[in-house]
């Protein structure tokens, strides 16, 4: 397992859902300037439709890159739930995503097979700690893949 130089310490899924609170009311307020960074990671906000509630929900996610499409990794720190915004996202898959000051909407998709094989693979030799998060969980950690804007 190839070595980390960040923290090891995954936080409770409540104290998550507070943190994601502040870090999106600040990168929406800020365009990005607050919070599109974080701990080595490029971050952007997805907005889903709530599965339950039909309101709209708005997350700060990691992303990676694959061409002009945007990776989403559903790791919620190797908890052995999925994040919420994945159910609402797989209920609803029309999003809206904002990139420092970019926003666009789209359809998100879940990976399967090869194609999900290939992109967990590069995802966790960019980011190893995604492959520490798996070994915490048995539930396979989901890649989400998201059209980038349109020019």
């Given at each position: 397992m190839?070595?980390?130089?960040?923290?090891?310490?995954?936080?409770?899924?409540?104290?998550i859902k507070r943190i994601d609170k502040i870090h999106t009311r600040l990168?929406?307020?800020?365009?990005?300037?607050?919070?599109?960074?974080?701990?080595?990671?490029?971050i952007l906000l997805l907005t889903t439709t709530g599965k339950k509630t039909g309101r709209a929900r708005s997350v700060p996610l990691p992303y990676f890159r694959d061409g002009s499409r945007y990776l989403l990794v559903a790791s919620f720190g190797g908890?052995?739930?999925?994040?919420?915004w994945l159910a609402n996202l797989v209920a609803n898959p029309d999003v809206h995503v904002q990139c420092g000051h970019r926003r666009?909407?789209?359809?998100?998709?879940?990976?399967?097979?090869?194609?999900?094989?290939?992109?967990w693979?590069?995802?966790?030799?960019?980011?190893?700690?995604?492959?520490?998060?798996?070994?915490?969980?048995?539930?396979?950690?989901?890649?989400?893949?998201?059209?980038?804007?349109?020019?």
């Open positions: 190839p070595q980390t130089k960040y923290i090891s310490w995954v936080p409770a899924p409540n104290t990168y929406e307020r800020t365009s990005g300037i607050i919070g599109s960074r974080l701990d080595g990671l490029d908890n052995p739930k999925h994040p919420n666009w909407s789209t359809r998100a998709r879940v990976t399967e097979g090869d194609e999900r094989a290939r992109l693979q590069e995802i966790t030799y960019e980011f190893p700690r995604y492959a520490v998060y798996q070994t915490k969980t048995d539930r396979q950690i989901p890649v989400i893949v998201l059209d980038g804007p349109q020019p």
